[in-house]
């Protein structure tokens, strides 16, 4: 099973941004309790979004979490400079999880 | 205060083994699945494995089926994760993490242990 995300994506301060996470075979659903995390260099991973469209304590809300069409997304609406960081879903399968390969986002 | 505290960096030769220690502290350590988690330098999250501290039952990622070994020692409220026959490919920060609702996702993560495999 591969876990599929966008490398890299770029958004302007202020702007809107969708990041997604799909899967090689098949559509995510809600069975998949997609869970989104921000990653700053050297630092363990911090959940953003889990089981799809919560949002972790203490996250903005400018974050929120979905199922677009076949795939998971995490919309960042207002999207400001701290934001720049690597983005990694994770998808549960059932005897374990996969996660996608992350996405850089750039706030230029 | 809850948290995850990993044992310090390894350097080993190819071909040996690795055992990373993760002890639990702040909150009752058989009560929530360890996931274990690595990253390759400049590179992505990659799910090991995970174990029911309870029971002592694993799952692991087929990738690593054959020389992984996750264990636990209740009464010290650690988990353990040994990795055997060690290639360069194996040099990552290895985390452990917390597994928190139905699916475990990793939620509180430990401060990772960076293993170097290198000749």
């Known amino acids: 099973t591969v876990v599929t995300q966008e490398p890299s994506f770029s958004v302007a301060p202020g702007g809107t941004v969708t990041l997604t996470c799909g899967l090689d075979s098949g559509s995510v659903s809600p069975t998949h309790y997609p869970t989104w995390y921000q990653q700053t260099p050297g630092q363990p991973p911090r959940t953003v979004i889990y089981n799809t469209d919560t949002r972790s304590s203490g996250v903005p809300d400018r974050f929120s979490g979905s199922i677009l069409g076949k795939k998971a997304a995490l919309t960042i609406t207002g999207a400001q400079a701290d934001d720049e960081c690597d983005y990694y879903c994770v998808l549960y399968m059932g005897t374990g999880m996969v996660f996608g390969g992350g996405t850089r986002l750039t706030i230029l | 205060q809850e948290q995850l505290i990993q044992s310090g960096a390894e350097v080993k030769k190819p071909g040996a083994s690795v055992k990373v220690s993760c002890m639990a502290s702040g909150y009752v350590f058989s009560t929530y699945d360890i996931n274990w988690v690595r990253q390759a330098p400049g590179k992505g999250l990659e799910w090991m494995g995970w174990m029911n501290p309870n029971s002592g039952k694993t799952d692991y990622a087929e990738k690593f089926q054959g020389r992984i070994t996750m264990t636990r020692n209740t009464y010290t409220g650690t988990a353990y994760l040994e990795l055997s026959s060690l290639r360069s490919e194996d040099t990552a920060v290895y985390f452990c993490?917390?597994?928190?609702?139905?699916?475990?996702?990793?939620?509180?993560w430990g401060q990772g242990t960076l293993v170097t495999v290198s000749s």
């Open positions: 993490a917390r597994g928190q609702g139905l699916a475990a996702r990793p939620e509180l």
